[in-house]
């Protein structure tokens, strides 16, 4: 039956009644926060194409996840810029490592935490690529066991999780099967299954440092035309182990979160990129949009299009505004 009969309006009449029949929440515990970790102490660089957001040094990182813990954040995920680089990123998989000191630290102090780690090797490689480069061509095998080294040492320090970002194939088996072979069975990898080409990382690649010196990641990221074969990405990282998947970016790709909801069903992650970050931060500092309800509006159309975790900038201003809100 239509109108007059059926009135939609019925149930938008006020708060409680839209309250009561709305669809999706997002909460606090959707959030995961993205934090840079740097060497040196009282080091708080700030990132111009990202307000709001540092390169912290381990004692920073404490005092920052503080206010993560304090607002009621329960996970976030780490990024390394290390002191020096070179061919193979070494400073990736270092028992030093800046990664690897940040996590120490971290669970020691806040060991109720989820602490999952970014493993890549772009931030550690002098060319800044995801894997070893040969003759100007990144080189897939090679690579895979120097991020199962990256990812096995950042688990020894004490990482609830890791996150492959580096999209080269078979990283998931080969990740999966050091740490088993270690003991480390019940380790979670939230693998960056659907990661794009993207034009959207820019900024990110100024707080990593880790813009590549020649050529691009067309490689090995996706073409962002292409949705099928992310699926069959997807499926692959599955069957190799991966137990939460990524989509990254975000916004731009909400059709592909949706369609891996719809046929797999499992627990997904999306990943709210510094280019869709710095953008809302960018048209709000002139007045343009009101920030608080664009990014709260931002992050609900990522968990209505299947997202169970969301990767944000926004996630310590989206705490106090959910706080606020009730």
């Known amino acids: 039956m239509g109108y007059p ?9 006020s708060p409680r009644l839209r309250e009561i029949v709305r669809e999706n929440h997002l909460t606090k515990s959707d959030l995961m926060y993205p934090m840079f970790a ?18 912290l040094s381990v004692d920073e990182l404490l005092r920052e996840t503080a206010k993560v813990v304090e607002k009621g954040i329960q996970s976030i995920i780490l990024f390394g810029i290390p ?6 990123g070494t400073g990736a998989y270092r028992e030093d490592g800046i990664i690897q000191l940040a996590v120490r630290a971290i ?34 095998d090679p690579t895979l066991e120097l991020l199962a080294k990256t990812a096995l040492s950042h688990v020894e320090a004490g990482a609830d999780m890791v996150a492959p970002s580096d999209m080269m194939d078979g990283r998931i088996g080969a990740i999966r099967q050091i740490l088993d072979t270690h003991g480390y069975h019940d380790i979670p990898i939230m693998s960056y299954a659907a990661k794009y080409a993207s034009a959207f990382y820019g900024p990110f690649r100024d707080v990593a440092e880790s813009a590549p010196q020649f050529g691009d990641r067309s490689s090995y990221q996706m073409d962002p035309a292409n949705s099928n074969e992310a699926m069959r990405e997807i499926a692959l990282d ?21 369609r891996a909801k719809n ?7 999306v990943y709210n990129v510094s280019g869709e970050y710095a953008m809302v931060k960018a048209a709000a500092s002139k007045g343009w949009i009101d920030e608080q309800r664009v990014v709260l509006e931002l992050l609900l159309s990522m968990k209505r299009a299947g997202a169970d975790l969301i990767l944000t900038y926004h996630a310590l201003d989206a705490a106090d505004w959910l706080e606020e809100r009730g």
Do not use: W
């Open 5 to 13: 009969i059926n009135r939609m309006r019925r149930l938008r009449k």
């Open 38 to 55: 740097i060497y040196g102490s009282n080091v708080r660089n700030p990132v111009p194409s990202m307000p709001g957001v540092f390169q």
């Open 83 to 88: 002191e020096e680089k070179d061919e193979l």
């Open 107 to 140: 669970k020691k102090n806040f060991p109720e935490l989820i602490v999952a780690t970014d493993v890549c090797l772009c931030e550690y490689t002098s060319h800044g690529h995801c894997g070893v480069v040969e003759e100007g061509q990144v080189l897939n």
């Open 238 to 258: 599955l069957e190799e182990g991966a137990d939460i998947i990524m989509v990254k970016p975000g916004l731009p790709y909400l059709d592909i979160l949706r």
């Open 263 to 269: 046929e797999f069903n499992i627990p997904l992650a």
